[in-house]
């Protein structure tokens, strides 16, 4: 019902910031809530950063907090994750993901996903 691709990833020295952005289209994207998730070689997916529908609600992982900062624009069909303090941990595929039931941080609730924009951080 919507077709996500994200976009903005790159190498990054360690310390430095990137913005990804995750463009929506298919349905209206207004009513979904969005979010984040990253996957590392031989890991778990796991969840970064969330945001409501109408923005007024976000979430974030724990490794995250502080140095990351989601937000969406529905004029635009996007939305974004800024990325700063980078750390070599970060390294990972970035998927942008949208959810029709709630916000948050569970995997199952998120039924659309992109196709991954790739973030390396160097030390």
């Known amino acids: 019902q919507v077709q996500l691709v994200e976009s903005g990833g790159g190498l990054v020295q360690a310390g430095g910031s990137l913005r990804l952005s995750c463009a929506a289209s298919?349905?209206?994207?207004?009513?979904?809530?969005m979010g984040w998730f990253r996957q590392a070689p031989g890991k778990e997916r796991e969840f970064v950063a969330t945001?409501?529908?109408?923005?007024?609600?976000?979430d974030y992982a724990d490794s995250v907090n502080g140095r990351f900062t989601i937000s969406r624009d529905n004029a635009k069909n996007t939305v974004y994750l800024q990325m700063n303090s980078l750390k070599p941990e970060d390294t990972a595929v970035y998927y942008c993901?949208?959810?029709?039931?709630?916000?948050?941080?569970?995997?199952?609730?998120?039924?659309?996903w992109g196709q991954g924009t790739q973030v390396t951080v160097s030390s």
């Open positions: 945001i409501s529908w109408s923005g007024g609600s976000t």
């Open positions: 298919g349905r209206t994207f207004s009513r979904y809530d």
């Open positions: 993901a949208a959810s029709s039931v709630t916000y948050g941080s569970r995997l199952t609730d998120y039924a659309y």
